[in-house]
């Protein structure tokens, strides 16, 4: 008998392997190997080889990547009423302009998380500063007592004056215990990167009030980096102006403006609302929305029919519609046809 080498036994080796896996009756028509049988011995690295050779194919599997995309929505008529009783048949979902099925559906009932977060600078002698604050012991007024709350300040850093607690009064107290502004700087793309990226590893419906002046005099980051930003994020913002009423007084001026049209983005973005009141009296009704946006709001979920890992940006639209796919038409107690806004993030 010839002696084989290292590179036929191996060859050999494969080759029987490869007969087996074809055929598939040799193996189980030859039962259980006895234990006692001897086994060939091939020199060097071709014993291993064959053992790798020898082992049983792993099964076959089939894998299919799903991903849930979930939106909270909320719709009014164009007094503001939340719309309620709405079911699924109501809501067409599009993305990029394609409807899509929605694969959940359930009106929000969890108690609500919500980051204020509050512009305390020391810019125009500390007066918004102060009145942020009081506006935002106001807020705290409108929260249900299981409802999570937490108080983060900025100026020329996000600060977190308060973790979340169910506790309002503890919050109520952090608030009154506030010192003077530090500095006259806002870094208000910074501070809500940062709390977004915090709220992230919190979980359920969550929201962050801002409470501003909407200016931003440094930063690291840019204002197209907050508002990509925003688009990823499932938080929604709502943003309060505490300087309209000044800036009317003096005429206005394109800065004030900008920093207005910064704070509506935000919140259009994510499908939030924007309010400038002009008097102390707006506030309990703007703060009373808040909590009533909050809890009117549905949650959706859809699939997207066409999963494609592009990095690019989906427009998203929600319409109301009747179970015929006909729009949804709303009257007022008095007949009247009212129109409907319906608040969700954009992408």
Same mark, same amino acid.
């Given at each position: 008998?010839?002696?084989?080498?290292?590179?036929?036994?191996?060859?050999?080796?494969?080759?029987?392997? #490869?007969?087996?896996?074809?055929?598939?009756? &040799?193996?189980?028509?030859?039962?259980?190997?006895?234990?006692?049988?001897?086994?060939?011995?091939?020199?060097?690295?071709?014993?291993?080889?064959?053992?790798?050779?020898?082992?049983?194919?792993?099964?076959?599997?089939?894998?299919?990547? $799903?991903?849930?995309?979930?939106?909270?929505? &909320?719709?009014?008529?164009?007094?503001?009423?939340?719309?309620?009783? &709405?079911?699924?048949?109501?809501?067409?979902?599009?993305?990029?302009?394609?409807?899509?099925?929605? $694969?959940?559906?359930?009106?929000?009932?969890?108690?609500?998380?919500?980051?204020?977060?509050?512009?305390?600078?020391?810019? #125009? *002698?500390?007066? +918004?500063?102060?009145?942020?604050?009081?506006?935002?012991?106001?807020?705290?007024?409108?929260?249900?007592?299981?409802?999570?709350?937490?108080?983060?300040?900025?100026?020329?850093?996000?600060?977190?004056?308060?973790?979340?607690?169910?506790?309002?009064?503890?919050?109520?107290?952090?608030?009154?215990?506030?010192?003077?502004?530090? +500095?006259?700087?806002?870094?208000?793309?910074?501070?809500?990167?940062?709390?977004?990226?915090?709220?992230?590893?919190?979980?359920?419906?969550?929201?962050?009030? &801002?409470?501003?002046?909407?200016?931003?005099?440094?930063?690291?980051?840019?204002?197209?980096?907050?508002?990509?930003?925003?688009?990823?994020?499932?938080?929604?913002? +709502?943003?309060?102006?505490?300087?309209?009423?000044?800036?009317? #007084?003096?005429? !206005?001026?394109?800065? *004030?403006?900008?920093?207005?049209?910064?704070?509506? $983005?935000?919140?259009?973005?994510?499908?939030?609302?924007?309010?400038?009141?002009?008097?102390?009296?707006?506030?309990?009704?703007? +703060?009373?929305?808040?909590?009533?946006?909050?809890?009117?709001?549905?949650?959706?979920?859809?699939?997207?029919?066409?999963?494609?890992?592009?990095?690019?940006?989906?427009?998203?639209?929600?319409?109301?519609?009747?179970?015929?796919?006909?729009?949804?038409?709303?009257?007022?107690?008095?007949?009247?046809?009212?129109?409907?806004?319906?608040? $969700?993030?954009? !992408?």
């Amino acid at each position: 008998m010839r002696i084989l080498n290292t590179k036929r036994a191996v060859a050999l080796v494969v080759a029987l392997r #490869a007969l087996m896996m074809e055929t598939g009756s &040799l193996a189980v028509s030859a039962g259980p190997r006895s234990q006692s049988a001897p086994q060939a011995e091939l020199p060097g690295g071709a014993q291993e080889l064959a053992m790798e050779v020898g082992q049983k194919p792993r099964e076959s599997t089939i894998s299919v990547e $799903t991903a849930l995309v979930n939106l909270d929505v &909320l719709v009014t008529d164009q007094d503001g009423r939340v719309l309620s009783g &709405l079911k699924r048949e109501n809501f067409r979902v599009l993305d990029n302009g394609k409807p899509q099925a929605i $694969t959940h559906f359930a009106p929000a009932s969890a108690p609500i998380t919500i980051a204020m977060l509050m512009e305390y600078s020391g810019s #125009a *002698y500390n007066y +918004f500063a102060y009145k942020a604050a009081s506006w935002g012991s106001s807020f705290l007024n409108h929260l249900d007592p299981l409802d999570w709350v937490a108080l983060v300040t900025y100026d020329i850093k996000p600060t977190i004056q308060q973790d979340f607690t169910r506790n309002k009064a503890q919050v109520q107290e952090t608030l009154g215990s506030l010192s003077y502004p530090q +500095f006259r700087e806002a870094n208000m793309y910074d501070a809500i990167v940062d709390t977004l990226d915090r709220l992230d590893r919190v979980k359920g419906k969550k929201a962050v009030v &801002l409470i501003s002046t909407g200016a931003n005099t440094m930063s690291a980051g840019t204002l197209d980096d907050t508002l990509r930003r925003i688009r990823q994020s499932d938080v929604t913002v +709502f943003s309060v102006g505490v300087a309209e009423s000044e800036h009317l #007084a003096t005429g !206005g001026t394109i800065g *004030y403006l900008q920093a207005k049209n910064q704070l509506q $983005t935000f919140a259009k973005l994510s499908g939030g609302s924007a309010w400038f009141p002009r008097f102390e009296a707006e506030i309990p009704d703007i +703060f009373k929305s808040v909590a009533a946006f909050l809890r009117g709001q549905y949650s959706i979920g859809f699939s997207p029919q066409h999963l494609a890992h592009d990095g690019k940006y989906h427009k998203l639209r929600v319409e109301m519609v009747q179970p015929d796919g006909n729009p949804l038409i709303v009257s007022d107690p008095k007949g009247k046809r009212r129109k409907l806004i319906v608040y $969700t993030r954009e !992408g």
